[in-house]
């Protein structure tokens, strides 16, 4: 990916396992959240093709990339502040409704049959990320961590077979950050593949099937984290600086 001479991501290349939690570190600026927006269409790559489940979604809308089976999270939280928590779980629900603007109008029994619908799967999803007492709250409302949840949920409620998260541990005090691991696991557990930036890395080495690591925009090490954390190019480029720790 470039922008104009500037060559953010550099022959980066790799695969997502099914039911895995793959987590992609490095330095700030490595290129992280680059590759992140390039697979969910917020950019389309200057070259190379990304592959869904064997079909091509390079350039795609990113509404058809959540039709497709992928959702995400972003670093900085985007939610609808103003609007309940469940409100903001339903609009995830969307890209899965049928009924158009005339069946709401008229009241049909496919508005009807989706309305009903949407609130049970509504409460499934903020009862799984443990919000379900939140319902009727604003989402401005709710402690930071809990906000991370309910992004989480919302991208959950799409019915993703891969999910993003980008930096969700971000902000969050040691007891959030432990919950986080516990529900990406279950995440996992429920059939769910995990895609993950994260800076802590004490939540990188602890929930982690695998490591992707980026340095200035080009993929220097992957393995299990055991293997990464030894590797003399990653404790060099990235896990031996106070400063990026």
């Known amino acids: 990916m470039r922008f104009g001479g500037l060559?953010?991501?550099s022959d980066v290349s790799f695969d997502v396992?099914?039911?895995?939690?793959?987590s992609i570190i490095g330095p700030n600026g490595a290129g992280k959240t680059t590759?992140?927006?390039?697979?969910?269409?917020?950019?389309?790559?200057?070259?190379?093709?990304?592959?869904?489940?064997?079909?091509?979604?390079?350039?795609?809308?990113?509404d058809l990339v959540v039709k497709r089976g992928i959702a995400r999270t972003f670093q900085m939280i985007r939610l609808f502040p103003d609007?309940?928590?469940d409100e903001n779980v339903m609009i995830g629900l969307h890209a899965r409704t049928r009924a158009g603007t005339l069946d709401s109008l008229l009241h049909t029994p496919l508005h009807r049959q989706e309305e009903s619908w949407a609130r049970e799967e509504t409460f499934r999803w903020l009862t799984f990320v443990g919000l379900e007492s939140h319902a009727h709250y604003r989402a401005r409302e709710l402690a930071y961590g809990n906000q991370r949840r309910l992004e989480i949920a919302r991208a959950l409620a799409t019915a993703p077979r891969l999910l993003i998260l980008d930096e969700p541990a971000s902000g969050m005090n040691p007891a959030e950050k432990a919950a986080l691991v516990q529900l990406v696991g279950r995440i996992r557990d429920s059939g769910i593949t995990v895609l993950l930036i994260e800076h802590d890395m004490s939540?990188?080495?602890?929930?982690?099937?695998?490591?992707?690591?980026?340095?200035?925009?080009?993929?220097?090490?992957?393995g299990a984290p055991e293997a990464i954390q030894r590797d003399p190019q990653v404790?060099?480029?990235?896990?031996?600086?106070?400063?990026e720790a």
């Open 7 to 9: 060559v953010a991501v």
């Open 17 to 22: 396992r099914p039911r895995e939690i793959l």
């Open 35 to 62: 590759v992140f927006n390039c697979i969910t269409a917020f950019l389309r790559p200057t070259a190379g093709r990304i592959l869904f489940e064997g079909q091509e979604i390079t350039g795609l809308r990113p």
């Open 83 to 85: 609007l309940a928590v």
């Open 203 to 222: 939540v990188v080495m602890g929930i982690s099937d695998r490591i992707i690591v980026l340095d200035h925009g080009i993929q220097i090490a992957e």
């Open 235 to 243: 404790i060099e480029a990235y896990l031996g600086r106070e400063d």
